[in-house]
């Protein structure tokens, strides 16, 4: 009981670590790159951020930033349940501590004469992008979020099969587009904002989804039951063959058809290889796989008065 106890404080320990870990980055993207310069992005903090240039300060970021994330973490803890939302007070409070922080070490800003300081302008919403998807991915992969459309994007995905990316892709769409709205922005703002957002959402979704991508593996050999065994108990994963006929030979043969997350193939190869060194063996990306040990299969909200489809014994 004292080692599972132990296993799980570790465990917790280090989500958090992760997550503190994401949140820093997130934070240097904003308080390093983003805002030192002038611009904008999408997000509820790109969105907090046009309200202060609009209203030329009246609603500073901090303000807007805690009554909008206020609500949204309370959706959060009604849907998402209450490790959800702890994780998120956590991250949020994190953010609001590095925010302050941060605007305090000048000399870490991406402007000349700053550490981070980079000539080419377009470069700096490109790596503020890569640094904030990378440390979203961290957030969300591990339980947690940095408070506004993170908790949005969570609550989609529970009934809906949309990434995280993708959903980050169409809402800061708009917000980015709403700067035009400001007296005092023109397209290249948007533009920036653009170049930020494709970059954050390519690498929250490389670091989220990416480690869970999986990969078909099919096995042709004449030792398909040693193979079969190996996989199903060294490995506790489901192998299935099927009747084959190969042209030439015209010889009836077995083939195997395996899946397995992308960081257990070079496992299953190096078995087929000790096993019969003269098998074939054909590997093919699997992007979406639902069912026990994969994904749990989303199709949203059921809608009333329609039947539930009839089960049919599979065997």
């Not at 591990?142 to 995905?157: E, K, Q, V």
């Not at 193979?227 to 015209?250: L, P, Y």
């Amino acid at each position: 009981m004292n080692k599972e106890l132990s296993k799980k404080i570790f465990r917790i320990i280090g989500e958090y670590l992760l997550i503190s870990i994401g949140t820093v980055l997130y934070c240097m993207a904003w308080e390093w790159f983003v805002v030192p310069n002038g611009y904008s992005s999408g997000g509820v903090t790109g969105l907090c951020i046009l309200l202060q240039y609009a209203t030329e300060g009246a609603i500073p970021v901090s303000v807007s930033f805690l009554v909008i994330n206020a609500v949204l973490l309370l959706l959060a803890f009604i849907i998402l349940g209450r490790g959800f939302g702890i994780k998120t007070i956590y991250c949020i409070a994190l953010s609001t501590l590095l925010f302050d922080l941060m605007t305090k070490c000048p000399s870490m800003f991406c402007t000349e004469g700053g550490l981070l300081y980079l000539g080419d302008s377009v470069l700096i919403p490109l790596l503020a992008g890569v640094v904030e998807g990378f440390g979203l991915g961290l957030v969300l992969r591990f339980g947690g979020s940095t408070g506004g459309s993170d908790i949005l994007a969570m609550i989609i995905n529970k009934y809906w099969p949309m990434s995280p990316g993708r959903f980050y892709m169409i809402s800061d769409t708009v917000i980015i587009a709403a700067v035009l709205l400001l007296p005092d922005r023109g397209f290249q703002d948007v533009v920036y904002g653009y170049l930020m957002m494709f970059m954050s959402a390519y690498f929250v979704d490389y670091v989220v989804v990416g480690a869970k991508a999986s990969t078909q593996l099919f096995v042709f050999s004449e030792h398909n039951r040693e193979i079969a065994d190996f996989i199903m108990h060294s490995m506790d994963r489901g192998v299935t063959a099927f009747k084959a006929r190969g042209c030439f030979s015209g010889q009836d043969k077995e083939v195997l058809v395996i899946i397995v997350r992308n960081s257990e193939v070079h496992k299953v190869t190096e078995a087929v290889k000790d096993i019969d060194e003269r098998a074939f063996l054909s590997a093919v990306p699997a992007s979406s796989v639902y069912g026990e040990g994969f994904e749990e299969i989303k199709v949203g909200i059921k809608r009333r008065g329609r039947p539930a489809a009839k089960e049919k014994d599979s065997q």
